[in-house]
């Protein structure tokens, strides 16, 4: 008899795995503290990578779905200098590698890809405890609990699945998002529609930087980096929608007026994203009937690559289980080994440094200099 799976967290990660053990006809079951699909918004646009996300799809059998709901034109981008200057631009002939899609569409493929009944909304994970043998129980904030022979949190950044394999806790890497909205851009806001074209434009400069993606229904969603401390962001009211704007553009005086616009016009009240990180090349010791997927066992601060490594952990942890129904601890041995080497590399790869936000080398001609480099390479 296979062993019961029972997965903490309705994310990317968590949802591919219990697409990929359905498809391989393993009983699971996902709980998830949302109400409702609808719950909240999903956040903005992914670009899911053919070297990790769609090897994910593919595992999962919805890679016409997928192609379904990508948004032709997006993968455009253009770097442009604080003074409004474009110094490097690529279209989109829709062969690139990284096609776009808005995260909210993705985990609604997932979810109709399921039986009904799979997830199990409004069941927040309060606390995890081992029982002996490879078993654990899980209690919910309303007070239920559930006890399953394999445990799999996929609960993000504040797992609390965590905790009964490794001590490590986030902590903050010094950056942060301040991210809004402009809606119906080419007619409201045409001056910031035209400076970020078809897909996305990217602003880089030391300690700062403005990033800003055409999302679908002619939406611009801009997101501000800033290399500052958390008291910084503390001392702003971000309740006072008006001051937190002007406060936060104030660190880009003297920009070009079609960049700052990016925030200044937003029709949403600014939002704040604190960026966390576990510690680079996190690993444990193999604790019987439990293990992690995505952010759960490797938070890192946004590099492109988080809710693609998420899907490609769900999708090899489902069919490691597969192909060792009868040796549970054989696959996650396996998955585990795997997942630790590849999320090591995304967080240690030659270059990440030098691009961070706070890095004196990240500029407009840095970052281009960059997409020349890898465009020569071999």
């Known amino acids: 008899m296979r062993t019961p799976v029972t997965i903490i967290g309705a994310g990317l990660g ?3 795995l219990a697409r990929v053990l359905h498809v391989h006809g393993i009983p699971v079951s996902v709980h998830e503290a949302e109400s409702s699909p609808s719950a909240r918004t999903q956040g903005g646009m992914l670009d899911i990578h053919d070297y990790n996300g769609q090897l994910a799809l593919e595992a999962a059998g919805l890679l016409d779905e997928f192609q379904a709901i990508v948004l032709e034109g997006r993968q455009a ?3 442009l200098d604080r003074d409004g200057t474009v110094l490097f631009e690529e279209g989109d002939d829709g062969t690139g590698g990284r096609p776009e899609a808005q995260r909210s569409e993705l985990r609604r493929i997932l979810l109709d890809s ?5 997830v199990r909304w409004g069941h927040k994970a309060d606390g995890t405890r081992a029982l002996g043998e490879g078993r654990h129980e899980v209690t919910f904030t309303d007070g239920t609990t559930v006890v399953t022979s394999l445990l799999i949190g996929a609960d993000g950044a504040w797992s609390r699945v965590r905790p009964l394999l490794s001590t490590a806790v986030p902590e903050y890497v010094g950056t942060s998002f301040v991210e809004t909205y402009l809606f119906d851009a080419d007619t409201r806001h045409p001056v910031c529609a035209k400076a970020v074209g ?14 800003a993606h055409r999302e679908s229904g002619d939406t611009l969603h801009t997101y501000v980096a800033l290399s500052k401390p958390h008291e910084w962001f503390a001392a702003i009211d971000f309740t006072d929608a008006a001051a937190a704007t002007a406060r936060i553009a104030q660190e880009f005086a003297g920009w070009a007026p079609e960049l700052t616009a990016l925030i200044t016009d937003g029709d949403t009240a600014p939002v704040l994203r604190p960026h966390y990180a576990l510690p680079a090349g996190l690993r ?3 604790v019987p009937g439990v293990t992690l997927v995505g952010d759960a066992a490797h938070l890192a601060a946004p590099n492109g690559e988080g809710a693609n490594l998420a899907m490609l952990d769900g999708a090899e942890l489902g069919r490691a ?3 060792h129904p009868d040796d549970i ?3 996650l041995t396996e998955y585990e080994q795997a997942m630790f080497r590849r999320s090591a590399e ?5 270059g990440a440094e030098l691009h961070r936000i706070d890095s004196e080398n990240n500029t407009a001609q840095g970052l281009v200099a960059a997409f020349t480099q890898a465009k020569q390479a071999p």
């Open 14 to 16: 968590g949802l591919t």
């Open 77 to 79: 981008m253009r770097v």
């Open 114 to 118: 399921l039986p009904a009944g799979t």
């Open 198 to 211: 078809g897909g996305s434009l990217m602003a880089p400069s030391p300690g700062r930087e403005i990033f």
């Open 284 to 286: 444990w010791d193999r």
């Open 321 to 323: 289980l597969a192909a």
């Open 329 to 331: 601890e054989a696959a």
């Open 346 to 350: 995304v967080a240690t790869f030659e």
